[in-house]
T-cell receptor, first 119, second 112 residues
Framework: GAGVSQSPSNKVTEKGKDVELRCDPISGHTALYWYRQSLGQGLEFLIYFQGNSAPDKSGLPSDRFSAERTGGSVSTLTIQRTQQEDSAVYLC?????????????????FGPGTRLTVL | DAKTTQPNSMESNEEEPVHLPCNHS???????IHWYRQLPSQGPEYVIH???SNVNNRMASLAIAEDRKSSTLILHRATLRDAAVYYC?????????????FGKGTHLIIQP
């Protein structure tokens, strides 16, 4: 079946430009997550959506980062005025339940990621 | 979320069993133990999870200590494709952080 897809797979941009990264979750999954992984580093959680709502945006690195989700499906992560330190692989994941009493058993399915390079 | 501790790296031979340990001495009663792995140049993938009892699935087995302060992921017969970084993660039922907290994981090297 169709998994989580992300586009573009690679994005090269110049410092100061804005970029949009897209995530298509698995159909029917309530929850959607964004992470980033810098070269040689672990995965850093950025933001989580339950439906179209993001209960906690405190993981976003700066106010240049924003994300939205529409129709309980597709999500877009936008980075304004990109900086070289934004270069990383941005990963999206979705899960069936998200935050709930059964959330401990919820498993996340990851997309292949978007590799962002800021020159 | 409670913290986990894993060895930085482990090495094994192809077609032999692999036991990947994880310590989580501050685990709470409602924390589930999840394992994910990340193959080179790919996003993480779910492997297995458990609460108290040992668990088996087509990918691996999870052995959980009686006091739940540690667990072991068991790959019964490693293949070259199992070379990856393995992450042991505690997930709180209900509230708590919504994203997974990935540590540094264990880099598993498989020798042919």
């Amino acid at each position: 079946g169709a998994g989580v897809s992300q586009s573009p797979s690679n994005k090269v941009t110049e410092k100061g430009k804005d970029v949009e990264l897209r995530c298509d979750p698995i159909s029917g999954h309530t929850a959607l997550y964004w992470y980033r992984q810098s070269l040689g580093q672990g995965l850093e959680f950025l933001i989580y959506f339950q439906g179209n709502s993001a209960p906690d945006k405190s993981g976003l690195p700066s106010d240049r980062f924003s994300a939205e989700r529409t129709g309980g499906s597709v999500s877009t992560l936008t980075i304004q005025r990109t900086q070289q330190e934004d270069s990383a692989v941005y990963l999206c994941a979705s899960s069936l339940i998200g935050r709930s009493l059964q959330g401990g058993t919820d498993t996340q399915y990851f997309g292949p990621g978007t590799r962002l390079t800021v020159l | 979320d409670a913290k986990t501790t894993q060895p930085n790296s482990m090495e094994s031979n192809e077609e032999e069993p692999v036991h990947l340990p994880c310590n989580h001495s501050t685990i709470s009663g409602t924390d589930y133990i999840h394992w994910y792995r990340q193959l080179p140049s790919q996003g993480p993938e779910y492997v297995i999870h458990g609460l108290t009892s040992n668990v088996n699935n087509r990918m691996a087995s999870l052995a959980i200590a009686e006091d739940r302060k540690s667990s072991t992921l068991i790959l019964h017969r490693a293949t070259l494709r199992d070379a990856a970084v393995y992450y042991c993660i505690l997930k709180v039922a209900g509230g708590g952080a919504d994203g997974l907290t990935f540590g540094k994981g264990t880099h598993l090297i498989i020798q042919p």
